[in-house]
């Protein structure tokens, strides 16, 4: 057992993750018909998994775009040059605990282009919170025709009250970094000089990565390709349901992107196992869908999210001639770098 491993043994992240992970599947196969979720998995129209899969690999590409939008105050970067980095980190996060993906992505960008690895960390973070809201105006909206009641709608309406917050504030801050600062300097003067250091660092960052939404224009144009990227998915997700015969309409998807996405925040292990199933599920029966239906076409749209990605990225890594073991130590490396 090498040293990377034994460390995320002692990680308290990852059996927390594992927790997350185990509680979601218990409530996902609790409430499930299993027979008739074999049934379902059987019948499936396989068919429809090619333009299904290949819609998600669009979808990165206006996500590639996004993230271009967002460094180009540190460097400017195309597309065909940030997809590949970009669907390595997916990949990574889909194989890796704790969302290593997100640090391999940094890693490879300050290795190959010579960026700052907390810089661009912070325009991952940006990214993520700016999909978030993208997913709750596409789910809220979506919801309309839905109708959702009880838990979900609860849910849904905590998390839109405070990732609504949190991107205000980023829009604010990304124009007053100054203020920031000052008042940031100011919280963190009683705290043990490390751990100051440590916050500021990440604070630092996160405002370096949203340095590109002081315009206008990009602003506008990242909100533009984050949208057409998660409706491009939420395609993909109606045409598993196709190959599903669910016989849903495209609200119904929008809302289960919303949903599922959102999920796989909690802490769960790689790839968000068990909390994105979970969510899928309960959309899906809550809008009328059998049990064991809901339970297979859950279970078959994350596999095929998660493993043509693995696949795809691993072949993107050695095209780059990088070895993943190598990429793996280094990006933990980084990790720590970040940390301290």
Request: aromatic share 10%; net charge positive; charged share 15%.
């Amino acid at each position: 057992m090498d040293g990377l491993t034994r460390g995320w043994l002692r990680s308290g992240r990852l059996w927390l993750g594992l927790a997350g992970t185990a509680l979601f599947l218990g409530l996902f196969f609790a409430r499930t018909d299993l027979g008739e979720l074999w049934d379902a998995l059987r019948a499936a129209d396989y068919r429809w998994a090619v333009p299904a899969v290949a819609l998600w690999f669009v979808s990165a590409w206006f996500r590639s775009l996004r993230w271009g939008l967002l460094l180009r105050h540190l460097a400017r970067m195309s597309a065909s040059a940030l997809y590949p980095v970009l669907v390595i980190g997916y990949m990574a996060n889909n194989l890796l605990p704790a969302r290593l993906g997100e640090v391999v992505r940094a890693y490879i960008m300050g290795q190959r282009y010579g960026l700052s690895k907390m810089a661009v960390l912070g325009t991952i973070a940006v990214e993520r919170l700016l999909d978030a809201v993208v997913l709750l105006v596409l789910m809220t909206a979506a919801a309309a025709f839905v109708g959702l009641e009880g838990h979900l709608r609860a849910l849904s309406l905590a998390a839109a009250g405070l990732v609504l917050g949190g991107a205000a504030f980023l829009l604010w801050a990304a124009s007053h970094r100054g203020a920031v600062e000052r008042a940031l300097g100011f919280l963190l003067r009683p705290l043990p000089p490390r751990l100051a250091t440590r916050l500021q660092g990440a604070v630092d960052a996160f405002l370096e990565g949203a340095g590109a939404l002081r315009s206008p224009m990009v602003l506008a144009g990242v909100a533009l390709c984050g949208l057409i990227a998660w409706l491009l998915e939420a395609c993909m997700y109606y045409l598993v349901g196709v190959a599903f015969d669910l016989g849903e309409g495209f609200a119904v998807y929008l809302v289960l992107a919303g949903a599922a996405n959102l999920a796989i925040t909690v802490p769960s292990t790689s790839g968000g196992v068990g909390p994105f199933e979970w969510a899928s599920r309960e959309v899906l029966v809550a809008v009328g869908v059998a049990s064991g239906v809901a339970s297979a076409y859950a279970l078959a749209l994350h596999g095929l999210l998660l493993l043509p990605v693995i696949v795809v990225g691993l072949l993107f890594l050695w095209g780059i001639q990088l070895a993943p073991a190598a990429v793996l130590a280094r990006a933990e490396e980084a990790r720590a770098e970040v940390r301290e």
